[in-house]
């Protein structure tokens, strides 16, 4: 009878360890992490230091009455903020602001768009003139103002070109109407080369397929603007009025050279008032709430603008 034999089994002990190595703490994921996180730690430092702490101390200051030469602050809280519906002057600031921001905005997006038209065609001399529109951007805005300001004055250059047509010009920027009027063209005149240049990169990326099929189909060129371009450029158009309305909101250097905010406050913007209660009339607090104002109006219009983008920016949803 054949006797049973029995292998001896491997003892758990005598087989090979498993390799319980734990992983690198720098893996490909945390090395992307880390990379994305600096590159975009310049940015969040700027916003930090030049955003979210001016606001910060802004709305402190609001709270607060500060005596500049004495530097002695008192907490005031609300009370600031209760003097906006005293203030006699702040209705006219406010008409003056809508006036202005409207005025840069219409002019500023409309002539830009024209522009843009008109140098998007293959001309002898469209560089030139594109490079002549664009350069009052890259002019100082100081001195671009002070140059507009001997030309507007009562025996400037503008009034003495108007004496040689047998016209009698006015002192520019002594009345109310046209002292507003100047200043708004100004800031037109230096600051539309950038929504032309942006409105021109929007016209090239048009598919000239398009333009063809529609002609073919006898569409007239007003029809094909309409219908193909303005649709196609909506996007560069939200972008150009979001920066174009922040822009004419924060105009303050032509406000002060030109007018210095008169004749009777008829050109005196709200961020010009700002600079006057916060550094003329040494008001800090007030001037910190009329700051938060604006700042305020500045987001509510971009958001008011971005939310109706569903309405009017082809391509969303």
């Known amino acids: 009878m054949a006797t049973l034999t029995r292998t001896?089994?491997?003892?758990?002990?005598?087989?090979?360890?498993?390799?319980?190595?734990?992983?690198?703490?720098?893996?490909?994921?945390?090395r992307d992490v880390l990379t994305g996180y600096l590159f975009i730690a310049p940015q969040l430092a700027g916003v930090v230091l030049f955003v979210l702490i001016p606001v910060g101390l802004a709305v402190w200051y609001s709270l607060n009455d500060w005596n500049v030469f004495s530097g002695k602050q008192t907490?005031?809280?609300?009370?600031?903020?209760?003097?906006?519906?005293?203030?006699?002057?702040?209705?006219?600031?406010?008409?003056?602001?809508?006036?202005?921001?409207?005025?840069?905005?219409?002019?500023?997006?409309?002539?830009?768009?024209?522009?843009?038209?008109?140098?998007?065609?293959r001309f002898r001399g469209a560089t030139f003139f594109r490079t002549l529109f664009f350069s009052p951007v890259v002019v100082s805005v100081?001195?671009?103002?002070?140059?507009?300001?001997?030309?507007?004055?009562?025996?400037?250059?503008?009034?003495?070109?108007?004496?040689?047509?047998?016209?009698?010009?006015?002192?520019?920027?002594?009345?109310?109407?046209?002292?507003?009027?100047?200043?708004?063209?100004?800031?037109?005149?230096?600051?539309v080369g950038v929504n032309m240049v942006l409105?021109?990169?929007?016209?090239?990326?048009?598919?000239?397929?398009?333009?063809?099929?529609?002609?073919?189909?006898?569409?007239?060129?007003?029809?094909?603007?309409?219908?193909?371009t303005l649709p196609l450029i909506s996007p560069t158009l939200l972008l150009t009025?979001?920066?174009?309305?922040?822009?004419?909101l924060q105009s303050f250097a032509q406000i002060a050279v030109l007018t210095g905010g008169g004749p009777e406050l008829s050109t005196t913007v709200l961020v010009f008032y700002v600079f006057q209660q916060a550094f003329e009339f040494?008001?800090?607090?007030?001037?910190?709430?009329l700051a938060l104002m604006l700042l305020s109006f500045v987001m509510v219009l971009t958001?008011?603008?971005?939310?109706?983008?569903?309405?009017?920016?082809?391509?969303e949803q």
Request: glycine share 8%.
């Open 75 to 121: 907490f005031v809280g609300a009370d600031n903020y209760a003097a906006l519906a005293s203030d006699p002057q702040l209705p006219k600031v406010l008409l003056a602001t809508a006036v202005f921001c409207g005025g840069v905005v219409v002019l500023n997006i409309t002539l830009g768009l024209l522009l843009a038209v008109l140098l998007n065609r």
């Open 303 to 315: 958001l008011l603008q971005w939310q109706l983008r569903r309405k009017w920016v082809f391509h």
């Open 241 to 248: 009025a979001i920066i174009t309305i922040v822009g004419a």
């Open 8 to 30: 001896p089994s491997t003892s758990r002990a005598s087989r090979p360890a498993r390799d319980v190595t734990a992983p690198p703490f720098w893996t490909t994921r945390r």
């Open 199 to 228: 409105f021109l990169a929007a016209l090239q990326g048009v598919p000239s397929e398009l333009y063809e099929a529609a002609r073919l189909d006898g569409a007239g060129s007003r029809a094909i603007f309409t219908r193909i």
């Open 142 to 191: 100081v001195a671009w103002t002070l140059v507009w300001g001997f030309l507007l004055q009562d025996n400037g250059g503008i009034n003495a070109v108007l004496d040689v047509v047998g016209i009698t010009g006015p002192n520019w920027l002594q009345d109310g109407h046209t002292a507003m009027a100047s200043v708004i063209v100004t800031q037109v005149i230096r600051s």
């Open 282 to 289: 040494n008001d800090i607090g007030y001037g910190s709430t």
